[in-house]
Protein backbone atom coordinates (compact mmCIF):
# COMPACT_ATOMS: atom_id res chain seq x y z
CA UNK A 1 0.00 0.00 0.00
CA UNK A 2 1.07 3.07 -0.95
CA UNK A 3 -0.04 6.93 0.57
CA UNK A 4 1.13 9.72 -1.79
CA UNK A 5 1.63 13.29 -0.22
CA UNK A 6 0.89 15.78 -2.94
CA UNK A 7 1.91 19.40 -1.94
CA UNK A 8 0.85 19.37 1.84
CA UNK A 9 0.98 22.74 3.72
CA UNK A 10 -0.29 23.19 7.02
CA UNK A 11 -0.32 26.62 8.98
CA UNK A 12 -1.87 27.53 12.24
CA UNK A 13 -3.13 31.26 12.95
CA UNK A 14 -1.24 32.39 9.91
CA UNK A 15 2.41 31.01 10.19
CA UNK A 16 2.92 28.11 7.75
CA UNK A 17 4.45 24.91 9.78
CA UNK A 18 4.46 22.72 6.99
CA UNK A 19 5.17 23.80 3.25
CA UNK A 20 4.87 21.96 0.12
CA UNK A 21 5.21 18.05 1.09
CA UNK A 22 5.41 15.73 -1.62
CA UNK A 23 6.69 12.47 -0.79
CA UNK A 24 5.27 8.96 -0.62
CA UNK A 25 4.92 6.12 2.26
CA UNK A 26 4.99 2.52 1.65
CA UNK A 27 4.19 -0.25 3.66
CA UNK A 28 7.17 -2.13 4.43
CA UNK A 29 9.47 0.12 4.94
CA UNK A 30 10.75 2.26 7.91
CA UNK A 31 11.34 5.81 7.23
CA UNK A 32 13.12 8.12 9.90
CA UNK A 33 11.82 11.68 10.40
CA UNK A 34 14.57 13.85 11.54
CA UNK A 35 14.79 17.80 11.50
CA UNK A 36 15.50 20.26 15.00
CA UNK A 37 12.82 21.11 17.45
CA UNK A 38 9.94 22.91 15.49
CA UNK A 39 10.55 22.12 12.15
CA UNK A 40 7.38 20.54 11.54
CA UNK A 41 7.84 16.18 12.11
CA UNK A 42 5.09 15.44 14.34
CA UNK A 43 2.87 17.74 12.15
CA UNK A 44 3.60 15.55 9.40
CA UNK A 45 2.55 12.73 11.42
CA UNK A 46 -0.87 14.48 12.62
CA UNK A 47 -1.53 14.81 8.91
CA UNK A 48 -1.24 11.27 7.92
CA UNK A 49 -3.09 10.22 11.50
CA UNK A 50 -5.82 12.49 9.94
CA UNK A 51 -5.26 14.56 13.42
CA UNK A 52 -5.34 17.90 11.31
CA UNK A 53 -6.44 19.84 8.53
CA UNK A 54 -4.40 20.33 5.64
CA UNK A 55 -4.19 21.74 2.33
CA UNK A 56 -3.08 19.59 -0.85
CA UNK A 57 -3.96 16.28 -1.08
CA UNK A 58 -3.14 12.39 0.29
CA UNK A 59 -3.80 10.21 -2.72
CA UNK A 60 -5.49 6.94 -0.89
CA UNK A 61 -5.53 3.41 -1.66
CA UNK A 62 -9.00 2.32 -3.39
CA UNK A 63 -11.47 1.46 -0.94
CA UNK A 64 -9.94 3.75 1.72
CA UNK A 65 -12.15 7.13 2.14
CA UNK A 66 -9.89 8.19 5.18
CA UNK A 67 -6.18 8.45 5.90
CA UNK A 68 -7.15 7.71 9.39
CA UNK A 69 -8.44 3.87 8.52
CA UNK A 70 -4.69 2.99 7.74
CA UNK A 71 -2.81 4.56 10.37
CA UNK A 72 -2.33 5.04 13.92
CA UNK A 73 -0.72 7.46 15.78
CA UNK A 74 1.53 6.87 18.91
CA UNK A 75 2.35 9.52 21.24
CA UNK A 76 5.65 10.29 22.95
CA UNK A 77 4.71 9.48 26.33
CA UNK A 78 2.78 5.92 26.46
CA UNK A 79 1.32 7.41 29.76
CA UNK A 80 -1.07 9.21 28.04
CA UNK A 81 -2.41 6.37 25.49
CA UNK A 82 -2.67 3.45 28.19
CA UNK A 83 -5.92 3.47 29.86
CA UNK A 84 -6.74 0.24 30.54
CA UNK A 85 -6.10 -1.18 34.26
CA UNK A 86 -4.27 -4.43 32.92
CA UNK A 87 -2.05 -4.58 29.57
CA UNK A 88 -4.53 -7.00 28.24
CA UNK A 89 -7.58 -5.10 29.14
CA UNK A 90 -5.31 -1.96 27.30
CA UNK A 91 -5.49 -3.67 24.13
CA UNK A 92 -9.02 -5.02 24.35
CA UNK A 93 -10.69 -1.01 24.89
CA UNK A 94 -9.53 -0.06 21.69
CA UNK A 95 -11.18 -2.99 19.96
CA UNK A 96 -14.34 -2.26 22.09
CA UNK A 97 -15.07 0.96 19.83
CA UNK A 98 -14.84 -1.03 17.09
CA UNK A 99 -17.59 -3.07 17.48
CA UNK A 100 -15.75 -6.38 17.00
CA UNK A 101 -16.93 -9.84 17.78
CA UNK A 102 -15.55 -11.27 21.66
CA UNK A 103 -13.47 -13.61 20.13
CA UNK A 104 -11.97 -11.82 16.99
CA UNK A 105 -11.07 -9.23 19.79
CA UNK A 106 -9.17 -11.61 21.38
CA UNK A 107 -7.83 -13.29 18.51
CA UNK A 108 -6.35 -10.22 17.47
CA UNK A 109 -5.22 -8.79 21.38
CA UNK A 110 -3.07 -12.19 21.62
CA UNK A 111 -1.41 -11.81 18.19
CA UNK A 112 -0.31 -8.17 18.96
CA UNK A 113 0.67 -8.79 22.67
CA UNK A 114 2.73 -12.27 21.31
CA UNK A 115 4.24 -9.97 18.83
CA UNK A 116 5.51 -7.51 21.43
CA UNK A 117 6.34 -9.70 23.51
CA UNK A 118 4.26 -8.90 26.18
CA UNK A 119 2.31 -12.11 26.94
CA UNK A 120 3.65 -13.12 29.86
CA UNK A 121 2.82 -9.44 31.22
CA UNK A 122 -1.11 -9.79 30.01
CA UNK A 123 -2.41 -9.40 33.45
CA UNK A 124 -0.39 -6.75 35.00
CA UNK A 125 -1.67 -3.39 36.07
CA UNK A 126 0.44 -1.15 33.39
CA UNK A 127 1.28 0.97 36.07
CA UNK A 128 4.35 -1.49 37.29
CA UNK A 129 5.77 -2.16 33.22
CA UNK A 130 9.05 -0.38 32.72
CA UNK A 131 9.16 2.19 30.49
CA UNK A 132 10.08 0.00 27.20
CA UNK A 133 6.86 -2.15 28.24
CA UNK A 134 4.65 0.64 28.47
CA UNK A 135 5.82 1.79 25.13
CA UNK A 136 5.22 -1.86 23.49
CA UNK A 137 2.36 -1.72 25.13
CA UNK A 138 0.94 1.73 23.43
CA UNK A 139 2.33 0.25 20.23
CA UNK A 140 0.60 -3.12 20.53
CA UNK A 141 -2.58 -1.27 21.30
CA UNK A 142 -2.79 0.87 18.28
CA UNK A 143 -1.33 -2.16 16.07
CA UNK A 144 -4.22 -4.17 17.28
CA UNK A 145 -6.36 -1.90 14.94
CA UNK A 146 -4.88 -3.05 12.60
CA UNK A 147 -3.91 -0.05 10.68
CA UNK A 148 -1.18 -0.32 7.63
CA UNK A 149 1.22 2.32 8.45
CA UNK A 150 2.19 2.97 12.26
CA UNK A 151 3.30 6.94 12.95
CA UNK A 152 5.47 7.01 15.47
CA UNK A 153 6.34 10.14 17.43
CA UNK A 154 9.78 10.36 19.42
CA UNK A 155 8.42 6.73 21.04
CA UNK A 156 11.51 6.08 22.42
CA UNK A 157 12.65 9.82 23.68
CA UNK A 158 11.47 8.94 27.23
CA UNK A 159 12.92 5.23 27.61
CA UNK A 160 16.63 4.17 28.91
CA UNK A 161 19.01 2.01 26.87
CA UNK A 162 16.99 -1.63 27.06
CA UNK A 163 13.22 0.24 26.25
CA UNK A 164 14.95 2.05 23.56
CA UNK A 165 16.45 -1.34 22.13
CA UNK A 166 12.99 -3.19 22.58
CA UNK A 167 11.48 -0.54 20.68
CA UNK A 168 13.94 -0.72 17.91
CA UNK A 169 13.48 -4.79 17.97
CA UNK A 170 10.02 -4.58 17.91
CA UNK A 171 9.70 -1.98 14.96
CA UNK A 172 11.53 -4.11 12.84
CA UNK A 173 9.17 -6.77 13.49
CA UNK A 174 6.51 -4.62 12.67
CA UNK A 175 8.30 -3.81 8.93
CA UNK A 176 8.91 -7.79 9.03
CA UNK A 177 5.11 -8.17 9.31
CA UNK A 178 4.49 -6.13 6.12
CA UNK A 179 3.43 -2.45 8.03
CA UNK A 180 4.84 1.02 7.45
CA UNK A 181 6.81 2.38 10.28
CA UNK A 182 7.26 6.23 10.21
CA UNK A 183 9.62 7.53 12.76
CA UNK A 184 10.06 10.76 13.78
CA UNK A 185 13.21 10.54 15.76
CA UNK A 186 16.11 13.12 17.68
CA UNK A 187 17.94 9.86 18.16
CA UNK A 188 19.46 9.63 15.05
CA UNK A 189 21.34 6.65 15.25
CA UNK A 190 18.91 4.47 17.30
CA UNK A 191 17.25 3.67 14.05
CA UNK A 192 19.65 4.70 10.69
CA UNK A 193 20.76 1.31 10.69
CA UNK A 194 17.34 -0.17 10.25
CA UNK A 195 15.25 2.55 8.25
CA UNK A 196 15.43 2.41 4.83
CA UNK A 197 14.64 5.81 4.34
CA UNK A 198 15.21 9.24 6.07
CA UNK A 199 13.10 12.43 5.39
CA UNK A 200 15.20 15.36 6.69
CA UNK A 201 12.33 18.85 7.29
CA UNK A 202 13.87 22.14 7.89
CA UNK A 203 11.54 24.82 8.81
CA UNK A 204 8.26 22.95 7.41
CA UNK A 205 9.77 21.64 3.90
CA UNK A 206 11.56 18.53 3.21
CA UNK A 207 15.22 19.48 2.75
CA UNK A 208 16.58 15.69 2.08
CA UNK A 209 14.52 12.25 0.91
CA UNK A 210 16.37 9.51 0.94
CA UNK A 211 19.35 6.78 2.38
CA UNK A 212 19.19 7.47 5.79
CA UNK A 213 23.18 7.92 6.26
CA UNK A 214 23.31 10.95 3.78
CA UNK A 215 20.21 12.35 5.39
CA UNK A 216 21.91 12.04 8.78
CA UNK A 217 25.22 13.30 7.44
CA UNK A 218 23.26 16.48 5.79
CA UNK A 219 21.48 17.37 9.07
CA UNK A 220 24.63 16.72 11.34
CA UNK A 221 26.72 19.46 8.76
CA UNK A 222 23.88 21.94 9.45
CA UNK A 223 24.07 21.44 13.21
CA UNK A 224 27.56 22.09 13.02
CA UNK A 225 27.15 25.12 11.00
CA UNK A 226 24.92 26.29 13.61
CA UNK A 227 26.93 25.67 16.32
CA UNK A 228 30.27 27.29 14.59
CA UNK A 229 28.17 30.44 14.18
CA UNK A 230 27.54 31.18 17.92
CA UNK A 231 30.96 30.46 19.26
N1 LIG B 1 -1.36 23.43 18.17
C1 LIG B 1 -0.45 24.31 17.72
N2 LIG B 1 -0.71 25.62 17.66
C2 LIG B 1 0.18 26.50 17.22
N3 LIG B 1 1.41 26.18 16.78
C3 LIG B 1 1.75 24.89 16.82
C4 LIG B 1 0.85 23.87 17.29
N4 LIG B 1 1.47 22.69 17.20
C5 LIG B 1 2.71 22.95 16.70
N5 LIG B 1 2.86 24.25 16.48
C6 LIG B 1 4.07 24.89 15.91
O1 LIG B 1 4.37 24.23 14.70
C7 LIG B 1 5.76 24.11 14.50
C8 LIG B 1 6.13 22.69 14.23
O2 LIG B 1 5.84 21.92 15.37
P1 LIG B 1 6.03 20.35 15.42
O3 LIG B 1 5.43 19.75 14.22
O4 LIG B 1 5.56 19.91 16.74
O5 LIG B 1 7.61 20.23 15.29
P2 LIG B 1 8.60 19.04 15.71
O6 LIG B 1 7.77 17.83 15.98
O7 LIG B 1 9.53 18.89 14.56
O8 LIG B 1 9.33 19.51 16.94
C9 LIG B 1 6.41 24.71 15.75
O9 LIG B 1 6.81 26.01 15.44
C10 LIG B 1 5.29 24.70 16.77
O10 LIG B 1 5.47 25.76 17.66
MG1 LIG C 1 7.56 16.62 17.61
Not at 154 to 166: F, I
Request: contains cysteine; negative net charge.
Amino acid sequence: MVLKLKNISVSYLGKQILRDISTSFETGEIVMVIGANGSGKSTLLKVLAGLIEYDGEIVLPEGVSDVSEVTGYVFQNPETQIIGSTVWEDVIFGLENIGLKKDEMEKRAMHVLRLLELEELKDTDPYYLSGGQKQRLAIASILALQPEFLLLDEVTAMLDKNGKREVVDAVVKLKEEGKGIIVATHELNLFSAYADRCIYIDAGSIVFDGNPNDGIKLYREKIHRQFASKV
